[in-house]
């Protein structure tokens, strides 16, 4: 949420947010560039994309034991003209193919294609790189004045086929001639999760975003919030380094994740409204560190699989707040990100779905707010406060030494989250912090909360957005980490790696403490003030 939506600061209202956040060997096909004779880091082959069962995990195995490549890295970004790009897909299955669309000012680039992980702390490993491929500057984007949303429309420059690529997240790195780089993030998606902890990488959200080409659903080109789409669509690069969200809001799990050794599984919000069965049998699904935009297909999804035994944990703040729709676009189904938000009554869409409003959850027609969900309420930014320990004794924090008003500094920002008496909440809801904190001069908390369901499946939500970027705390990764500290890093990974253990051996309800509900006795005070 941004700065300018004309929302009010109170709990169960809309609140504001500030505007912060080589020519290949097959030879010209189609328009592009078929990549055939590419070379590949240890990881080749021709497969169709199958994969017999039990086979990813296994991949998955004999890829960490993979040498890693610290060179991943972009060294200089250089201007935006450099070079930039997008693929046309944000998920493939492995040995699927996909496009990719450059403009370049350099004669020449390449793709290298690494896929994020442990490796030893290096966090990826180069799994193929392009032949060198002739560069081109690529035509300005068009504007779709009717819902402002920018497009490309670029001619495909190359082809990549993924046979050989293990399940993963991906950095696509684009080296131009010229020394410079950017990112194109791109999921190599399962096809199961079953037995597995599954990332939901929240690509909507990135989108959301993204102001390339000076339009985000943010802000118009002229930076105001009138101004600003109302649809985005997939079909542009992404600003600054091309994947920064997902550096700062998803890369420290995934590397965490992988370096556990636990059955992982790979997707996207977008696959999860596309195929429920993503989710059929999963051990757990993660929603990482900023994961606002949700289509409701999705949650209904992520809802059935937690009555149906899968554990979810909400590891950010301001998840599944936006109501959004998806649309078709040039290069697919899926590709536009449509919410009109506080000018949702002019979507011509509404019309004939009257409740179907790209707005927020929790506001009507057809009201459902998050927290029936997550447990936890979004409420404000921009905060910067300490994480205040509350249940010192839930098996969240087992080993991390800590006691009952133990605090970490800084680690509730930039958003936050908190239970809501007065909210649809599930019960019995157990609050293992309760963080304090002043949002814009006025008192409020941040909490940390727990349950679970007759499945048996757990529920965890950190409410607070900085909970992944803590896993890198007292690094040099991602700047100064907001101030946060190693002690601060070392506690919210002892407590991710439980939850991680805890997910991967079942539904939390079966196999740890059930909740103790405890929601009365720290909002005394808002139970004592409620109509009767």
Known sequence: MKHGEGQDAGISGRLDRRLFLAAAAGGAVAGGVAVAGCHSSGAGGTGNGSTPPGASHRTEEADRARAADSDWRIRSVGPPEAIEGYADKVSVLPGEEFGMYVSTTAPAFRVSAYRVGWYDGAQARLIWRSHRVPGSVQAHPRLLQVTRTVRADWRRTLRVRTSGWPEGAYLLRLDSDNGHQ????????????????????????????????????YQGENGAYSTRSLAVSFDRPYDRNGAEKFMVYERAAVVLAE??????????????????????????????????????????????????????????????????????????????VVCYKTDYRNDPYLADHPDMPTNDFRLPPGAFPESSLTGVLYEGYPVDAPYVVQRSDHWLFEGTGVKRGDSFEHLVGVEYDRVSPDMPTPAPLEIIAHSPLVCEGRHSYSDSAYYTVPSGAGVFASGTMRWVEALMAGTRENGRNHG????TGAFVTRATENLLHAFAAGPCGRSRPKPRDNVRDVYASAYASAPR
Not at 263 to 288: F, M, V
Not at 306 to 334: H, I, K, W, Y
């Open 182 to 217: 950017r990112y194109v993030p791109l999921i190599v998606r399962s096809a199961s999760a079953a037995g597995r902890i599954v990332l939901m990488h929240a690509v909507a959200t990135w989108q959301a975003y993204n102001t390339w080409g000076g339009y985000s659903l």
């Open 259 to 336: 370096k556990l050794g636990l059955p992982l599984a790979y997707t996207t919000g977008t696959d999860i409204h596309r195929d429920p069965s993503i989710l059929e049998n999963a051990a757990g699904a993660l929603s990482l560190g900023h994961d606002e935009y949700w289509t409701p297909q999705q949650r209904v999804h992520v809802t059935r699989a937690r009555d149906a035994g899968t554990n979810v944990a909400f590891l950010g703040a301001n998840a599944c707040f936006r109501r959004v729709r998806l649309e078709p676009d040039s290069t697919g189904a899926d590709r536009v």
């Open 484 to 487: 946060m500290d190693a002690r």
